[in-house]
C-alpha cells in the first residue's frame, strides 16, 4: 500500500514537472509577430509588399516552428521558423500561378483590401478590444484567414502572460465576431483550507454566469448541471439569448469562470 502511494505521488510530480516545462516553453515563443519579422528580413521583403496566407504556430516531432506564408509579385514564400529560437528550419520559394496569385491578392489578410476588407491586423485589434487586452501583453500564436463552409473567417489565437487562451473568429467583410472562446489553461485552484471549503449555491453561479450576458436573466440559462473534474466541483450550463448561445464552466467554489464559448445561432 505504502509502494502504490509513492507510486501516486511520483506520478503527480512528474504530471506537474511536464505542466511547468510546457509553460516555460510557451513563456519562451517568439511570437507570431517576431517569427513574420524574421521570415520578411530573410526574403528581402518589406511587409507592405507581402500578402500573407498562413502565420501560425505548428508542431511536429516534438518541435514547435511557426509556419510563415506570404505571396509577393507571382512568388511564393514558405518558412518554416523555430518557436523559441527564431533559426529558420526550412524555406521554400516558388512561382504561383495566376489564379493562386488573384485569390492570395484578394483574401489579403494584412494589407486593406480595394473592397474594404477588415484586414488580419484590425481583426486581430477587434479580438484584443473584446477580450480587454493589448497587443504588447499576449502572444499570438494563430492569425489565419480560412473558410468554413464556404464561408470565409479569419481564426485568431493567443494567450497572455499567464497562460489563458484565447480564440476568435471574425468575419473579413464586416469584423463581426462570430464566436470566441476563453479558456484558462492554467487553471490551478487553490488548496482548500478548512475555513474555505465551502461551495458556491448554484444560484450564485448563475448570477455569475448571466452578468457575462447583456441583460441575459436567470430565465435564460437552458442548460444546467453540477460536475466534478478531478473532485473538484464545477457548473456547466448553456445561455441562449436572440442570437447566440453561450457556454460556459464556473468553478464551484471560488465561482472563477474556467471557460467561456459563444457561438451564433444558426436560423
Known amino acids: 500500500m505504502k509502494y502504490l502511494g509513492r507510486l501516486t505521488v511520483m506520478a503527480a510530480a512528474a504530471w506537474m514537472m511536464t505542466g511547468c516545462v510546457q509553460q516555460t516553453k510557451q513563456a519562451e515563443y517568439l511570437g507570431v509577430d517576431a517569427a513574420k519579422a524574421i521570415a520578411l528580413a530573410a526574403a528581402d521583403i ?103 463552409d464556404g464561408r470565409e473567417k479569419y481564426d485568431i489565437e493567443f494567450y497572455t502572460s499567464d497562460f489563458k487562451e484565447y480564440d476568435y473568429e471574425i468575419d473579413p467583410q464586416t469584423g463581426e465576431i462570430l464566436s470566441y472562446d476563453y479558456d484558462a489553461e492554467d487553471y490551478a485552484p487553490q488548496k482548500l483550507s478548512t475555513g474555505n471549503s465551502s461551495a458556491i449555491t448554484e444560484a450564485k453561479a448563475k448570477e455569475i454566469a448571466v452578468a457575462q450576458v447583456s441583460g441575459a436573466t436567470v430565465d435564460d440559462i437552458r442548460e444546467w448541471e453540477a460536475d ?23 468553478d464551484g467554489y471560488s465561482g472563477s469562470i474556467i471557460s467561456w464559448e459563444t457561438e451564433p445561432l444558426r436560423r
Open 228 to 250: 466534478y473534474d478531478d473532485g473538484r466541483l464545477e457548473y456547466e450550463g448553456k445561455i441562449y439569448d436572440a442570437d447566440t448561445e453561450y457556454e460556459f464552466t464556473i
Open 46 to 148: 518589406t511587409e507592405s509588399d507581402a500578402v500573407f496566407t498562413t502565420a501560425e504556430l505548428e508542431e511536429k516531432n516534438g518541435l514547435s516552428y511557426y509556419e510563415i506564408d506570404f505571396t509577393v509579385g507571382g512568388q511564393e514564400y514558405d518558412y518554416d521558423i523555430d518557436a523559441i529560437s527564431g533559426k529558420i528550419i526550412e524555406n521554400q520559394t516558388k512561382a504561383v500561378d495566376d489564379t493562386a496569385a488573384n485569390e492570395a491578392t484578394t483574401a489579403n489578410t494584412t494589407n486593406a483590401a480595394s473592397d474594404g476588407q477588415v484586414t488580419l491586423e484590425e481583426a486581430k485589434e477587434i479580438a484584443l478590444n473584446h477580450a480587454g487586452l493589448t497587443a504588447d501583453g499576449v502572444t499570438f500564436i494563430k492569425g489565419k484567414l480560412e473558410r468554413d
